[in-house]
């Protein structure tokens, strides 16, 4: 990430929405316009490396159900929720299948799981 | 014909009657949930997005996580459930759900949001590939990002009002993450194409008029409407339910009971709730209510609860002052440190910081014993609800 960059950004931890410019100073991070810590805890993670949940569906095998909702089990890169994106549309799921079972383990080594968020029946 | 016979009916098996059913249960009482979809869960199941469960649960779940959850306390519970069931009209109690309203009918291309939801995340259909999302609901902020990630381009958010109609969290996360631009005090005040969509024409208003001058084009296939929620309410309506022209859902006392012995109302056919878990909770009371109706529990004396200053609606409309509850309210504003003041015959009863209030976002109050211990109540007493 280019340093010296300077971010506009609305705090999202709670309702409030603060509005929050956070910039690179002296090799810290500075976050201003927070009205309170988790304000500056966010600002500095999103500034750094931001993350989000990915959820999405993949393709199955079944015309009653043709999809399978899933979704991270933590929050990844920013960066790479598009090659993500990719491999998710590429797979097709056999049914049935449970809540909770992981259709990719450990995604690129980041500790991450892509899990199947709904149970789906297999064919009658 | 089957006949079954059961203390309580629960019509609709979506978050809250699941949750109504489980406290009925609970207490001993039989209960059917009748539900016209194949499956439990109602809006959730299309829901797949995060955001659910962190009251119910403690966790944050995506809609079809949370309504499994629910699914598996409705087996424990014993509950009988007859799915692809539909009532058609109500001998006995009601629960529902959501309409999306649109202006209209037009050109192929124009969707609500929450069918385009549907079509995508559940028949795995990709309605558009050029978007335009008119309102700024949360459903049209949340299928923003979800089109973006099926390949689809949103090209913007038109919202009439000067602030957006969804939370901050769906601003941030579905627009701003995709440089998707939000055209505050904007309107689509033309749409062209023969067969289908081919382009709108974006005005900002000007004292409140569109101004043609400064009107530009938006190429684009596909429209979707996210310009609210309102209750569907047709069977309670035939019912013969009263309806408040605030809510568009029933009119209920402190025991979630509507104009009709007997029947409850409770979830997004009462008043359209932003969280599933404020739903359930509030079902969960809905079923308590309906168990001690049953018991011939009831109250001695109830208070009518009145909208006042910057408030939309409280919903119940009435408390029993012997055992106050929870109640919901939304907001006519938007401000910061705002505060919700209670009054009694034009006496402050109750005072609440509310740190950031705005019409998205719904507020709930619980009233306890305390605070109703010191009201002198006269026969035509109102409590009014006030945010200043
Ligand atoms: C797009 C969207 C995003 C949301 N995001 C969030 C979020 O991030 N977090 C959160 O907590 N909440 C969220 N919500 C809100 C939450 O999902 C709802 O408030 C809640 O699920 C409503 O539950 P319900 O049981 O009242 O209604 P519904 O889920 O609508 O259930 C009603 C059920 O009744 C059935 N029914 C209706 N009429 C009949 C009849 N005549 N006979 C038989 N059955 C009938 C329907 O089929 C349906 O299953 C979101 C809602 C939407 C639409
Ligand atoms: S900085 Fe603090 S007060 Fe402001 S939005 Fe973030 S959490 Fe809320």
């Given amino acids: ?124 | 014909m089957q006949e079954r016979t059961y203390d309580v009916a629960v019509i609709g098996g979506g978050a809250a009657g699941m949750a109504a059913a489980v406290e009925v249960r609970r207490q001993g009482l039989s209960c059917a949930i009748v539900e016209r979809e194949n499956q439990l869960g109602g809006i959730l199941m299309q829901c797949i997005h995060n955001g659910f469960g962190v009251q119910e649960f403690k966790q944050e779940l995506s809609g079809p996580e949370f309504a499994e959850e629910f699914m598996d306390l409705v087996a424990d519970a014993n509950t009988d459930v007859f799915l692809s069931t539909t009532v058609d009209s109500i001998e006995e109690s009601e629960h529902g759900k959501e309409l999306f309203c649109s202006p209209g009918t037009r050109p192929a291309g124009v969707f609500t949001a929450g069918l385009a939801q549907r079509l995508v995340n559940v028949e795995g259909y990709i309605p558009g590939k050029n978007v335009v999302i008119v309102g700024s609901g949360d459903i049209g902020l949340i299928m923003a990002r979800r089109m973006t990630w099926v390949g689809a381009k949103v090209h913007g958010v038109v919202e009439i009002q000067p602030y957006p109609a969804g939370l901050t969290r769906n601003i941030v996360q579905c627009l701003n993450d995709f440089k998707i631009p939000l055209y505050l005090s904007h309107v689509v005040s033309r749409i062209d194409g023969q067969n289908r969509v081919e382009k709108v024409t974006v005005s900002p208003l000007v004292n409140g008029i569109p101004d043609e001058e400064q009107s530009f084009e938006i190429p684009c296939d596909t429209l979707l409407l996210s310009v609210g929620l309102v209750p569907e309410n047709e069977l309670s309506e035939n019912a013969g339910v009263d309806i408040s022209p605030i809510t568009s859902g029933a009119v209920v006392d402190s025991t979630m009971m509507t104009s009709i012995p007997g029947i409850f109302s409770c979830g997004n056919v009462l008043h359209v709730h932003d969280l599933a878990d404020y739903a359930a909770e509030e079902a969960r009371r809905t079923g308590a209510y309906a168990v001690a109706w049953i018991q011939n529990k009831k109250p001695n004396r109830q208070v009518r609860i009145k909208a006042g200053a910057n408030v939309r609606y409280v919903s119940p409309g009435m408390i029993n002052p012997e055992s106050p509850d929870k109640m919901y309210l939304r907001t006519l504003i938007v401000k910061n440190n705002a505060q919700l003041v209670m009054k009694v015959n034009n006496t402050i009863v109750k005072e609440k910081k509310l740190s950031h209030v705005q019409p998205s976002e719904m507020v709930s109050v619980k009233l306890t014993p305390k605070d109703v211990e010191n009201w002198t109540l006269e026969p035509d007493s109102i409590l009014e609800v006030s945010v200043q």
Avoid: W
């Fill in chain 1, 1 to 124: 990430m280019s340093a010296a960059e300077t971010k506009e950004m609305i705090c999202i931890s709670c309702p409030i929405g603060c509005r929050m410019t956070v910039y690179e100073e002296n090799g810290s991070i500075v976050v201003k316009g927070n009205k309170c810590g988790r304000g500056k805890v966010y600002g500095e993670e999103e500034y750094l490396a931001p993350k989000r949940m990915v959820t999405c569906t993949v393709a199955t095998d079944s015309e009653e159900f043709p999809r399978l909702p899933v979704r991270t089990t933590a929050s990844i890169p920013k960066e790479t929720i598009d090659e993500l994106l990719q491999e998710l549309y590429s797979m097709k799921i056999t049914l049935p299948v449970k809540r909770g079972s992981s259709l990719i383990e450990n995604y690129h080594d980041t500790g991450v799981d892509i899990i199947a968020t709904m149970t789906l029946p297999g064919r009658a």
